[in-house]
Nanobody
Framework: QVQLVESGGGLVQAGGSLRLSCAAS????????MGWFRQAPGTEREFGAR????????TYADSVKGRFTISIDNAKNTVYLQMNSLKPEDTAVYYC????????????????WGQGTQVTVSS
């Protein structure tokens, strides 16, 4: 099993920045990719970014590309999501997730999930 604990959410004005953290523990050796997803009320969970544990290869959704940066500290088993130029439409619960797949293209391929952290961007 892998446990994920997120932190860093909060309220920020449009144009501001936040950094989310996700600490992984347990059987972390089984993880290939770490990802960030988000879900706004009444919508489906949406992919945001992912990073490959071994070589830090990153993939971003078009909606966050150029504004968000995902990074990893292997020594701390922690993944970060730096969010800049935030917009009101970025308001959502943000979830950290871990996958044992080499190229997890959907949320269904992530077996482990954190509890979520609320990000609210005011206009």
């Amino acid at each position: 099993q892998v446990q994920l604990v997120e932190s860093g959410g909060g309220l920020v004005q449009a144009g501001g920045s936040l950094r989310l953290s996700c600490a992984a523990s347990g059987r972390t050796f089984s993880i290939y990719n770490m990802g960030w997803f988000r879900q706004a009320p009444g919508t489906e969970r949406e992919f945001g970014a992912r990073i490959r544990w071994t070589d830090s290869k990153t993939t971003y959704a078009d909606s966050v590309k150029g504004r968000f940066t995902i990074s990893i500290d292997n020594a701390k088993n922690t993944v970060y999501l730096q969010m800049n130029s935030l917009k009101p439409e970025d308001t959502a619960v943000y979830y950290c997730a871990a996958s044992t797949y080499v190229d997890p293209s959907t949320a269904a391929l992530y077996a482990y999930w954190g509890q979520g952290t609320q990000v609210t961007v005011s206009s």
